[in-house]
Nanobody, 119 residues
Framework: QVQLVESGGGLVQAGGSLRLSCVASGRIRSINNMDWYRQAPGKERELVAGITYGGSTNYAYSVKGRFTISRDNAKNTVYLQMNSLKPEDTAVYYC?????????????WGQGTQVTVSS
């Protein structure tokens, strides 16, 4: 079984920074794409940023230039550095990964970490 565990969320003032981490564990052979999503109250979950195994990245327009996604393949970890945070960035942030384990290829979610940006 594969598990994703996020950390690093919290309360920060507008203009501040946070760094989220997500560690994958279990019987992992390889991890393809790793993504960060977020869901604000009353809104649908949206893709924030994604990164391939080789390091190619993509970002939502709303976070370009402020957020940076990166990964450490040796540690099965993906990061999201969030700078110049705005109140509209407030949401629960979820990690998502496509993981190849010993027997299967599956898509997994973390439990989420709350990010709150005060004005």
């Amino acid at each position: 079984q594969v598990q994703l565990v996020e950390s690093g969320g919290g309360l920060v003032q507008a203009g501040g920074s946070l760094r989220l981490s997500c560690v994958a564990s279990g019987r992992i052979r390889s991890i393809n794409n790793m993504d960060w999503y977020r869901q604000a109250p009353g809104k649908e979950r949206e893709l924030v940023a994604g990164i391939t195994y080789g390091g190619s990245t993509n970002y939502a327009y709303s976070v370009k230039g402020r957020f940076t996604i990166s990964r450490d393949n040796a540690k099965n970890t993906v990061y999201l550095q969030m700078n110049s945070l705005k109140p509209e960035d407030t949401a629960v942030y979820y990690c998502n990964a496509e993981v190849r384990s010993v027997f299967t290829l599956g898509n997994y979610w973390g439990q989420g970490t709350q990010v709150t940006v005060s004005s």
